[in-house]
């Protein structure tokens, strides 16, 4: 059995497991400082945390920015042992189920054979590309921006290039503490 479960405790035991997915599943260009995730638990408001339980113990977890007409998400991931299992195509519909509202996230440019499975899996859920482009802001200063497709599904047209540039810009300031 899968539920997604918040974590709203920045005490909670369980992060320690999820710092460890969170770890293993992205390189590092693309990981923000896990304090920084604990710190942003504790302050601000639109951060969420949703463990991911499978049989009750956690085998991943979402992370994303609750903004008033959509949700971002920043991260998600499955254990390893739990991948190509369908588990995360259930996590992501349960997700979208509770979201009840545009779901917006960031996937790798389709340039290698893992980062076209992730863009396949997404379209596959319903997700189509923004046609604009887009960069992942680095989250260390060593690091440079990541091309990436900003993916969406739900009543935002990210395909309008207003509506791009305004979800985009608040992205940046308010995730990424960018303005462009």
Request: glycine fraction near 4%; aromatic fraction near 16%; charged fraction near 25%.
């Amino acid at each position: 059995m899968l539920r997604l479960q918040p974590i709203v405790s920045f005490y909670d035991d369980r992060l320690n497991i999820i710092r460890d997915i969170y770890t293993e599943s992205f390189p590092p260009e693309e990981l923000r400082n896990f304090d920084e995730i604990i710190k942003l638990l504790k302050t601000n408001a639109y951060f969420k945390i949703l463990a991911i339980l499978i049989n009750e113990k956690v085998s991943g977890f979402v992370n994303y920015w609750q903004f008033p007409h959509f949700y971002f998400v920043e991260h998600f991931a499955v254990d390893a042992k739990h991948r190509n299992g369908g588990y995360g195509t259930r996590a992501v519909n349960a997700f979208l189920e509770q979201a009840k509202r545009t779901t917006i996230l960031e996937a790798e440019k389709a340039e290698h054979e893992m980062a076209k499975r992730r863009v396949a899996f997404y379209q596959r859920l319903g997700f189509s590309i923004s046609p604009f482009p887009y960069a992942q802001m680095p989250y260390e200063k060593a690091f440079d921006p990541v091309p990436m497709h900003l993916m969406y599904r739900g009543s935002m047209e990210l395909s309008n290039e207003p509506v791009f540039q305004s979800t985009k810009n608040l992205i940046y300031k308010t995730v990424y503490g960018v303005t462009e």
